[in-house]
């Protein structure tokens, strides 16, 4: 069978080959997985069943955030608030990509993220406060005002306005000055 064997020169190709398609193969587990878009235009994320991109928090006041999804992969930054928003964009086995508000993006475990909603007040705006009033209208009387990155709990969002709380306040904000709603999302 002398004809079944490769030359030097041939087993090093072959080896370089398979070396190449098994990091071919790893390279394409580490991409996220597709979502899958229902009827109504929805892309259903292909592990959760749930919708991505959404909006969730961080459960823990330390996330490490990584480059991949995978423990092997280096660690790309630190998270150290409980409670912030953060928008998840792809899945990938228990692995979810996040994206913050300033942009930002790496994989955490699912573990690491609430369904809670949180959101932070127009951390775009360069005003010194905004007004949170006390029902869902431009002209209701004022019941705070909060510094742009304040966080905030969401309590629910009728597509306009949100009702919010936090440490001494409640009220409503419009909903476009809030970085962890959609537009026009309304939820309870």
């Given at each position: 069978m002398a004809g079944?064997?490769?030359?030097?020169?041939?087993?090093?190709?072959?080896?370089?080959?398979?070396?190449?398609?098994?990091?071919?193969?790893?390279?394409?587990?580490?991409?996220?997985?597709?979502?899958?878009?229902?009827?109504?235009?929805?892309?259903?994320?292909?592990v959760s069943g749930l919708p991505v991109p959404r909006y969730v928090s961080l459960k823990s006041a330390k996330v490490y955030v990584r480059q991949g999804p995978t423990k092997d992969h280096p660690v790309a930054f630190v998270y150290r608030r409980a409670g912030e928003p953060v928008e998840i964009v792809a899945e990938y086995d228990n692995w979810r990509r996040i994206r913050d508000s300033e942009g930002s993006e790496g994989w955490v475990w699912h573990s690491l993220l609430s369904g809670r909603r949180t959101a932070l007040v127009?951390?775009?705006?360069?005003?010194?406060?905004?007004?949170?009033?006390?029902?869902?209208?431009?002209?209701?009387?004022?019941?705070?005002?909060?510094?742009?990155?304040?966080?905030?709990e969401v309590r629910r969002c009728d597509g306009s306005w949100c009702k919010v709380e936090g440490d001494g306040f409640d009220g409503f904000i419009p909903q476009d000055r809030l970085w962890g709603v959609y537009p026009g999302e309304r939820f309870d």
């Open positions: 079944n064997r490769l030359k030097p020169f041939g087993r090093a190709a072959l080896a370089a080959a398979t070396a190449l398609g098994v990091l071919a193969g790893l390279s394409g587990a580490a991409r996220a997985q597709a979502a899958k878009e229902t009827e109504a235009g929805v892309m259903i994320g292909p127009a951390p775009w705006s360069k005003d010194s406060a905004l007004p949170i009033r006390a029902s869902a209208t431009a002209d209701a009387r004022l019941s705070a005002r909060l510094e742009p990155k304040v966080l905030v």
